[in-house]
């Protein structure tokens, strides 16, 4: 990052953002990608681009661009949520027909908010880094462009399903009009995100990005510490994952735990406390030295990065049996 090449990003003329833009756009086997500071942000942004105000937009019911981004669905682009019922954020097709419904002459089409846009969210946060089948999304999506919707995908995390599937990028992107992917997401850059797609959307997003403040300047700098997590760093997910899977298998054995470590496919953990409210837990585990956030008045989730090393892992294992002894 130090000795990064830098230009004006504003100007389309920092080599690296250059470089790193190239390089997602090609993972995902899509035409162009524009990096920006946050994942909030190219979701945000790509909704945007696929819509107008006063459409409606299907999410499932706990997506994070629906519930964790500020409200900004409504806030910058005006649209209408659309909720699906996922379990553990995976819907149907039979989800996303009921939720568009079949037009009738009897019934005016300027009455209802017109569909436009179906989102999916790979890996999901709020159900615990779980991953999309890929048979699923795949007939979800299809269902979704036979009626006539874009597709848009919150891929935060969709490094951590490859990872942990061995299915390749492409396959998971293939059927989305944009895709935002994470470089912060236990992948080690400090910060970044990138929205690829088609060379017209993405040419549509970079006006989006402008008006919401994104412009960087020598965004080369950052953009560095996101191409060399890029080039570097997937293969070591996996190291994650186990982490996250150990800590999973000791802690569902405590007393006053409520987690079953077959749900977890990735490198979040959620567990609910049977006996103590999450916000007396995690103040006492902070204090003891192991960072965690509450989710809900039970419920707890710990995020395994690549900074976490398998001793680390240890140790919250420890914290938190100490916690639940002394609370």
């Keep these: 990052m130090a000795w990064a090449h830098v230009g004006d990003d504003v100007y389309g003329d920092d080599p690296t953002v250059k470089d ?10 899509k035409d ?3 990096y920006m500071p946050t994942g909030t942000m190219t979701n ?3 909704i ?3 819509t107008e105000a006063g459409d409606a937009v299907l999410f499932d019911q706990n997506a994070h661009v629906y519930l964790l981004e500020g409200g900004a669905p409504a806030a ?4 209408l949520p659309r909720l699906l019922p996922g379990v553990r954020g995976i819907f149907t097709s039979e ?5 568009v419904g079949q037009p009738h002459p009897f019934f005016p089409s300027t009455v209802s908010a017109p569909v436009k846009l179906l989102c999916l969210e790979n890996t999901h946060n709020g159900g615990g880094g779980t991953i999309w089948p890929i048979d699923q999304l795949k007939a979800v999506t299809a269902v979704g462009r036979d009626l006539g919707l874009n597709l848009h995908l919150d891929g935060a995390r969709l490094w951590h399903a490859s990872a942990a599937t061995g299915i390749d990028l ?4 293939g059927p989305f009009d944009t895709v935002s992917v994470c470089f912060s997401k236990a992948l080690g850059a400090p910060v970044g995100s990138c929205l690829a797609g088609s060379a017209e959307l993405v040419a549509r997003a970079r006006r989006f990005k402008q008006q919401v403040g994104g412009g960087f300047r020598q965004a080369g700098i950052v953009a560095a510490g996101a191409l060399h997590a890029l080039r570097n760093h997937r293969d070591r997910l996996p190291e994650v994952h186990a982490n996250a899977k150990r800590f999973a298998e000791a802690v569902s054995q405590f007393d006053g735990i409520d987690l079953n470590p077959e749900g977890v496919e990735t490198n979040i953990v959620r567990l609910r ?3 103590l409210r999450s916000a007396a837990f995690v103040d006492q585990a902070y204090d003891f030295g192991l960072h965690v956030l509450p989710s809900g008045v039970d419920g707890v989730r710990a995020v395994f990065y690549l900074d976490i090393s398998a001793e680390d892992t240890e140790r919250a294992i420890a914290v938190v049996a100490k916690v639940l002894a002394e609370v």
């Design 32 to 34: 162009d990608a524009v």
């Design 170 to 173: 492409l396959e998971y992107a």
């Design 44 to 46: 945000q942004v790509g």
């Design 20 to 29: 790193l833009e190239a390089e997602t756009a090609a993972l995902l086997g």
């Design 95 to 99: 989800d996303v027909v009921a939720a």
């Design 48 to 50: 945007r681009a696929h």
């Design 273 to 275: 406390l049977t006996g």
């Design 76 to 79: 910058y682009s005006g649209i």
